[in-house]
Protein backbone atom coordinates (compact mmCIF):
# COMPACT_ATOMS: atom_id res chain seq x y z
CA UNK A 1 0.00 0.00 0.00
CA UNK A 2 1.00 3.67 -0.97
CA UNK A 3 -0.05 6.50 1.36
CA UNK A 4 1.16 9.62 1.24
CA UNK A 5 0.26 13.36 2.91
CA UNK A 6 0.78 16.45 0.89
CA UNK A 7 0.85 19.61 2.83
CA UNK A 8 -0.88 22.59 0.98
CA UNK A 9 -4.30 24.69 0.45
CA UNK A 10 -6.32 22.02 -1.32
CA UNK A 11 -8.17 23.63 -4.86
CA UNK A 12 -11.12 22.45 -7.21
CA UNK A 13 -10.20 21.35 -10.07
CA UNK A 14 -11.93 24.28 -12.57
CA UNK A 15 -13.87 23.08 -15.31
CA UNK A 16 -12.37 24.32 -18.52
CA UNK A 17 -13.85 27.25 -19.75
CA UNK A 18 -14.66 28.78 -23.51
CA UNK A 19 -11.89 31.17 -24.26
CA UNK A 20 -12.17 34.46 -27.07
CA UNK A 21 -10.68 32.41 -29.79
CA UNK A 22 -13.36 29.53 -30.02
CA UNK A 23 -10.90 27.23 -27.64
CA UNK A 24 -10.46 26.38 -24.43
CA UNK A 25 -8.70 27.13 -21.13
CA UNK A 26 -8.12 26.20 -17.48
CA UNK A 27 -7.86 28.54 -15.09
CA UNK A 28 -4.32 29.66 -13.57
CA UNK A 29 -5.49 29.61 -9.79
CA UNK A 30 -5.72 25.85 -9.61
CA UNK A 31 -2.00 25.27 -11.02
CA UNK A 32 0.19 25.78 -7.90
CA UNK A 33 -1.80 23.12 -6.13
CA UNK A 34 -1.77 20.62 -9.06
CA UNK A 35 1.88 20.70 -9.57
CA UNK A 36 2.52 20.41 -5.55
CA UNK A 37 0.65 17.02 -5.83
CA UNK A 38 2.48 16.10 -8.93
CA UNK A 39 5.89 16.91 -7.77
CA UNK A 40 5.50 14.86 -4.02
CA UNK A 41 3.54 12.20 -6.06
CA UNK A 42 6.66 11.61 -8.53
CA UNK A 43 9.11 11.34 -5.48
CA UNK A 44 7.27 8.96 -3.64
CA UNK A 45 5.59 6.68 -6.83
CA UNK A 46 6.24 3.49 -7.44
CA UNK A 47 8.95 1.72 -9.93
CA UNK A 48 6.80 1.09 -12.66
CA UNK A 49 2.78 2.09 -13.17
CA UNK A 50 0.42 0.47 -11.19
CA UNK A 51 -1.55 -1.87 -13.66
CA UNK A 52 -4.63 -3.73 -12.22
CA UNK A 53 -7.71 -3.53 -10.12
CA UNK A 54 -6.77 -0.19 -7.24
CA UNK A 55 -8.27 1.02 -4.20
CA UNK A 56 -8.26 4.95 -4.15
CA UNK A 57 -8.60 6.44 -0.34
CA UNK A 58 -8.40 10.30 -0.16
CA UNK A 59 -8.46 12.42 2.62
CA UNK A 60 -8.67 16.12 1.88
CA UNK A 61 -7.87 18.55 4.59
CA UNK A 62 -8.82 22.23 4.27
CA UNK A 63 -7.75 25.27 5.87
CA UNK A 64 -9.64 25.69 9.96
CA UNK A 65 -11.71 28.94 9.67
CA UNK A 66 -11.34 31.53 12.33
CA UNK A 67 -14.89 30.68 13.31
CA UNK A 68 -16.10 26.92 13.24
CA UNK A 69 -19.19 25.38 14.91
CA UNK A 70 -18.61 23.33 17.85
CA UNK A 71 -17.27 19.74 17.00
CA UNK A 72 -17.62 20.33 13.22
CA UNK A 73 -15.26 18.46 11.91
CA UNK A 74 -16.76 17.78 8.68
CA UNK A 75 -16.59 20.08 5.42
CA UNK A 76 -19.83 20.56 3.57
CA UNK A 77 -19.67 23.49 1.41
CA UNK A 78 -17.68 24.15 -1.46
CA UNK A 79 -15.66 23.56 -3.49
CA UNK A 80 -17.55 20.00 -4.49
CA UNK A 81 -16.01 17.08 -3.26
CA UNK A 82 -15.88 15.82 -6.74
CA UNK A 83 -14.12 18.51 -8.20
CA UNK A 84 -11.59 18.61 -5.29
CA UNK A 85 -11.00 14.96 -6.38
CA UNK A 86 -10.28 14.97 -9.48
CA UNK A 87 -7.23 17.57 -8.96
CA UNK A 88 -5.76 14.72 -7.04
CA UNK A 89 -6.40 11.95 -10.02
CA UNK A 90 -5.51 13.70 -12.88
CA UNK A 91 -2.13 14.82 -10.77
CA UNK A 92 -1.28 10.98 -9.87
CA UNK A 93 -1.70 9.99 -13.34
CA UNK A 94 0.37 12.56 -14.20
CA UNK A 95 3.24 11.33 -11.64
CA UNK A 96 3.00 7.87 -12.98
CA UNK A 97 1.18 6.05 -10.19
CA UNK A 98 -0.98 4.39 -12.49
CA UNK A 99 -1.04 3.46 -15.94
CA UNK A 100 -4.74 5.18 -16.17
CA UNK A 101 -7.05 6.48 -13.53
CA UNK A 102 -9.38 4.22 -14.97
CA UNK A 103 -7.43 1.53 -12.79
CA UNK A 104 -9.44 2.33 -9.74
CA UNK A 105 -12.02 0.14 -9.16
CA UNK A 106 -12.84 1.23 -5.85
CA UNK A 107 -12.38 4.74 -3.96
CA UNK A 108 -13.45 7.05 -1.21
CA UNK A 109 -12.81 10.79 -0.48
CA UNK A 110 -13.61 12.42 2.47
CA UNK A 111 -13.65 16.35 3.04
CA UNK A 112 -12.78 17.56 6.53
CA UNK A 113 -11.11 20.48 8.49
CA UNK A 114 -8.11 20.76 9.60
CA UNK A 115 -7.20 20.20 13.51
CA UNK A 116 -5.87 23.15 15.54
CA UNK A 117 -2.16 23.11 15.09
CA UNK A 118 -2.12 20.59 11.54
CA UNK A 119 -1.87 21.59 8.39
CA UNK A 120 -4.01 21.54 6.02
CA UNK A 121 -3.59 19.10 2.57
CA UNK A 122 -4.32 15.79 1.44
CA UNK A 123 -3.36 12.22 2.69
CA UNK A 124 -3.69 9.70 -0.33
CA UNK A 125 -3.77 5.89 0.01
CA UNK A 126 -3.63 3.64 -2.54
CA UNK A 127 -3.76 -0.28 -2.71
CA UNK A 128 -3.83 -3.09 -5.53
CA UNK A 129 -7.13 -5.02 -5.10
CA UNK A 130 -7.59 -8.47 -5.73
CA UNK A 131 -10.35 -9.22 -8.59
CA UNK A 132 -12.52 -12.37 -7.11
Given at each position: M???R???????????????????????????????????????????????P???????????????????????????????????????????????????????????????????????????????
Amino acid sequence: MLTLRIDGVPEAWARPRPGRNGGYYSPHRQGAWYQTIVWAARCNRPDTPLDGPLALDLEIIFPRPKVLKKNQVLKWTKPDLDNASKSIWDALTEAGWWVDDARVSTATARKRYAAVGEAPGVVIGLREIKDS
